[in-house]
T-cell receptor, first 115, second 111 residues
Framework: KAGVTQTPRYLIKTRGQQVTLSCSPI?????VSWYQQTPGQGLQFLFE???????NKGNFPGRFSGRQFSNSRSEMNVSTLELGDSALYLC??????????????FGEGSWLTVV | QQQVKQSPQSLIVQKGGISIINCAYE??????FPWYQQFPGKGPALLIA?????SEKKEGRFTISFNKSAKQFSLHIMDSQPGDSATYFC??????????FGTGTSLTVIP
């Protein structure tokens, strides 16, 4: 069974540009969550989607947005990139919405560097 | 505000020793406490998890100890091996809600 697939794995963008990251969840998983990982802050929750609906949103500015498609694939977009957006962006999928006993499985992430 | 506080930030242990990582939380509504292991270049992977109605859970060399009254939980790695060298994250969640992660502990096991 294929795991969570994220593309691209590595990318470099310039300040002010925008970026779109893609995530394909494990087959059959309908929930997709996104996290930002940085050395100082650890894993910070961005948002969660279930059946194309955003269920939860973390404390990030509106420049960070996402969506989920009918096949459960998800994309996240960051507009007007800032240097501080440089991070590893992780996607995680699960059968049901996040919570008790419901394991989330992470992809290997997309490394974003903003210069 | 960090919902889950993790310590230490880094840990060096001799092969065969016990590695202990601690986490503390404030929100008593949390009802699920997983630990994740992350190797360089990889995403975090679930290692072991516990619910608050259980005080201890053991899976092989990995044990979670949970103290509900103190709002603390810890990961113990017995007989630590060089292959255990990784970053470990504790987390907490409320059913139907997001996961909150600790800031991570970088474990190095010296042969």
């Amino acid at each position: 069974k294929a795991g969570v697939t994220q593309t691209p794995r590595y990318l470099i963008k310039t300040r002010g540009q925008q970026v779109t990251l893609s995530c394909s969840p494990i087959s059959g998983h309908r929930s997709v969550s996104w996290y930002q990982q940085t050395p100082g802050q650890g894993l910070q929750f961005l948002f969660e989607y279930f059946s194309e609906t955003q269920r939860n949103k973390g404390n990030f500015p509106g420049r960070f947005s996402g969506r989920q498609f009918s096949n459960s694939r998800s994309e996240m977009n960051v507009s007007t990139l800032e240097l501080g957006d440089s991070a590893l962006y992780l996607c995680a999928s699960s059968l049901r919405p996040a919570g008790r006993g419901n394991t989330i499985y992470f992809g290997e992430g997309s490394w974003l560097t903003v210069v | 505000q960090q919902q889950v506080k993790q310590s230490p930030q880094s840990l060096i242990v001799q092969k065969g020793g016990i590695s202990i990582i601690n986490c503390a939380y404030e929100n008593t509504a949390f009802d699920y406490f997983p630990w994740y292991q992350q190797f360089p270049g990889k995403g975090p992977a679930l290692l072991i998890a516990i619910r608050p109605d259980v005080s201890e859970k053991k899976e092989g060399r990995f044990t979670i100890s949970f103290n509900k009254s103190a709002k603390q939980f810890s990961l113990h790695i017995m007989d630590s091996q060089p292959g255990d060298s990784a970053t470990y994250f504790c987390a907490a969640s409320i059913t139907g809600n997001q996961f909150y992660f600790g800031t991570g502990t970088s474990l190095t096991v010296i042969p």
